[in-house]
């Protein structure tokens, strides 16, 4: 190694470890504060969401209306280097999500602040954030980096390649998943900075998707970029019967990885223009609901269950054998359901002239949803539910799916663990 990568790599250790310990001072006097109960708060900013707990938060938490998903590809080899930066994210997770950011300057003018700084006088904005751990972290290419092999979960499987799938491999996998959600876009660029941070010299970013929900009410389903109400046929995040039975994983999991769950994450882009210039009619065919109240064809309440067996005049059902509601419905299913927590997304325009001829080339919108779901295991949810879709729903005529990963989200740790510290002892 030269003298300059020496300098340069003692530096980026320097700052990873003076990171590392201003968190560590921190995360106690956050624990503290969760000891009694929140004040009432008028501005949403200041409002803060549970970090330390069984459940990681960021999964039953109500969406927040602002979320950057990040994967990252680890660059040491080192089990040790790898734990602490599990351990420094943790107690930086602590941080950020309880207390208002405050400006660190401590140290010498001639080196870099420990923090950023940009969102002081914000507030923690329901900031949480969720980790994840790829099936490439217990093994890659055949080796055994980290000692972790014999510990992958049965149920962290190879996601299959589904019919119509165009995944980017600049989109795909990961050894590790970082997410931060919040109600306010600069709360979470900056938490995601932070992690950045942190992890530089050990992990390095593999790929991120920003995504945004719009304003709508408490309770209220959200509508997506095609206008429909995103999420009614979902996972009751506040029955706890129901996340048991659906999104967390029980007995049948390892130590480290009960009360956690598993979380498929792909970015689906949706050809919007296309869409847009549909007739009403064939939106509605499409997705089997009304457009404006959100309930299934024939019904009138968004939360009538769909009548599958209902005809027109004619014989014909009403909701389409292809449509997204008909193959999605649990009774079509053998009983699978996942909680969906969707995001839109907007990375502004992208050029297709590669897939037209040169008098053809095209640019539009390279914009969509970043679905996100959480089961309690992928093979009898996301799997079983989505093999049927990508063969037959309507739906895929305007939609690519262009990136994906699978993630064994570990329970919640409790103050003084880090994330997914039972993994590794039981390694």
Not at 56 to 71: E, V
Not at 104 to 132: E, K, M, N, Q, W
Not at 368 to 378: H, M
Request: with cysteine.
């Amino acid at each position: 190694m030269s003298a300059f990568k020496e300098r340069a790599h003692k530096a980026g250790r320097r700052r990873f470890l003076a990171r590392s310990a201003v968190a560590a001072v921190t995360a106690p006097l956050t624990a503290q504060a969760l000891a009694g109960p929140l004040p009432a708060a008028e501005h949403a900013h200041v409002l803060v969401e549970p970090f330390w707990g069984r459940n990681q938060a960021g999964i039953a938490t109500r969406p927040q209306r602002h979320t950057y998903f990040m994967a990252f590809h680890l660059t040491t080899d080192q089990r040790g280097e790898l734990v602490n930066l599990l351990r420094a994210w943790t107690e930086a997770a602590a941080e950020l999500t309880q207390a208002a950011p405050r400006m660190h300057t401590a140290g010498a003018p001639d080196t870099a602040p420990l923090d950023s700084g940009d969102t002081v006088g914000i507030g923690a904005a329901r900031l949480t954030v969720t980790f994840g751990f790829g099936a490439t972290l217990f093994e890659k290419d055949g080796i055994d980096r980290y000692g972790l092999q014999a510990q992958r979960p049965e149920a962290l499987v190879d996601l299959p390649r589904f019919a119509g799938d165009q995944l980017l491999p600049e989109r795909t996998g990961g050894d590790l998943s970082v997410q931060a959600s919040a109600d306010d876009p600069m709360v979470v660029e900056h938490a995601i900075r932070r992690f950045v941070g942190l992890a530089r010299g050990t992990a390095s970013i593999a790929w991120g998707q920003i995504g945004f929900l719009g304003g709508f009410k408490k309770g209220e389903t959200p509508r997506n970029q095609m206008g429909f109400k995103d999420g009614t046929m979902n996972v009751a995040s506040s029955d706890p019967r129901a996340m048991s039975d659906f999104v967390w994983v029980g007995d049948e999991g390892p130590a480290w990885l009960q009360g956690g769950t598993y979380m498929v994450v792909r970015p689906i882009r949706i050809a919007l223009e296309h869409w847009d210039q549909m007739k009403l009619a064939f939106q509605e065919q499409t997705i089997g609901r009304h457009k404006e109240s959100g309930a299934p064809i024939g019904q009138a309440r968004e939360f009538d269950p769909p009548n599958l067996d209902a005809q027109d005049s004619e014989g014909n059902p009403l909701i389409a054998e292809n449509a997204h509601v008909r193959l999605a419905v649990p009774t079509e299913n053998g009983g699978a359901q996942i909680l969906r927590r969707g995001y839109s997304y907007d990375n502004g325009v992208i050029h297709l002239a590669e897939r037209w001829p040169p008098w053809r080339q095209a640019t539009t919108f390279d914009a969509g949803l970043l679905f996100q779901c959480y089961q309690r295991d992928p093979r009898t949810g996301f799997i079983r539910i989505f093999a049927r879709m990508a063969q037959f729903d309507m739906l895929n005529q305007f939609t690519t799916h262009v990136g994906s990963g699978l993630f064994a989200c570990p329970r919640g740790a409790k103050p003084g663990e880090f994330i997914g510290q039972g993994l590794f002892l039981e390694a």
